[in-house]
T-cell receptor
Framework: EPEVTQTPSHQVTQMGQEVILRCVPISNHLYFYWYRQILGQKVEFLVS????????KSEIFDDQFSVERPDGSNFTLKIRSTKLEDSAMYFCASSESKKSYEQYFGPGTRLTVT | DAKTTQPTSMDCAEGRAANLPCNHSTISGNEYVYWYRQIHSQGPQYIIHGLKNNETNEMASLIITEDRKSSTLILPHATLRDTAVYYC???????????FGKGTRLHILP
């Protein structure tokens, strides 16, 4: 069964450093998403992406964040200057279309900012 | 904010049916009821969705009341692997994002 993959599984970085989290969505999917989950809290929507542009973003997704689909398979989330409060699990998801009932989530990248 | 209310936690004996309730009294006509679950430290997983009618798939059944103000997710024969947080979500069909609430933490007891 096709699945969303994410790398790395765990990333440790120092405050102020840039990080790039990588995702490979399911190959025929057209919509891509990033969510995050701070330890012990709810899963929060960050951004959706379609046709090489952001479709929707939340208040969390400020100027420190950016997304890119650099080639036909990868989807990345960049945090320019990490803060302690960016420590969280980051999940990538993809769906066939906007009206797809099912979003497929990856296993997540645990980001620890020290 | 999430438009649903769920119990914080529930227990169910292994092999029995797990019935997870959800209230969504402000649901509108074009909003679907979705269920996802999150096994510890993994990404959320889609289970089932419905609009008005009851639905069944290989994972679960979804019973929606006639007034659509509440629903129940049924796992017919719960196993230890069903221990997870279960999220009931109300979402318009054209919505991009999923808004997760706190969900119900389901413990399956051996």
């Amino acid at each position: 069964e096709p699945e969303v993959t994410q790398t790395p599984s765990h990333q440790v970085t120092q405050m102020g450093q840039e990080v790039i989290l990588r995702c490979v969505p399911i190959s025929n999917h057209l919509y891509f998403y990033w969510y995050r989950q701070i330890l012990g809290q709810k899963v929060e929507f960050l951004v959706s992406f379609y046709n090489n542009e952001i479709s929707e973003k939340s208040e969390i997704f400020d100027d420190q964040f950016s997304v890119e689909r650099p080639d036909g398979s990868n989807f990345t989330l960049k945090i320019r200057s990490t803060k302690l409060e960016d420590s969280a699990m980051y999940f990538c998801a993809s769906s066939e279309s906007k009206k797809s009932y099912e979003q497929y989530f990856g296993p997540g990248t645990r980001l620890t900012v020290t | 904010d999430a438009k649903t209310t769920q119990p914080t936690s529930m227990d169910c004996a292994e092999g029995r049916a797990a019935n997870l309730p959800c209230n969504h009294s402000t649901i509108s006509g074009n909003e679907y009821v979705y269920w996802y679950r999150q096994i510890h430290s993994q990404g959320p997983q889609y289970i089932i969705h419905g609009l008005k009618n009851n639905e069944t798939n290989e994972m679960a059944s979804l019973i929606i009341t006639e007034d659509r103000k509440s629903s129940t997710l049924i796992l017919p024969h719960a196993t230890l692997r069903d221990t997870a947080v279960y999220y009931c979500i109300v979402r318009e069909g054209r919505d991009d994002k999923i808004i997760f609430g706190k969900g119900t933490r389901l413990h399956i007891l051996p």
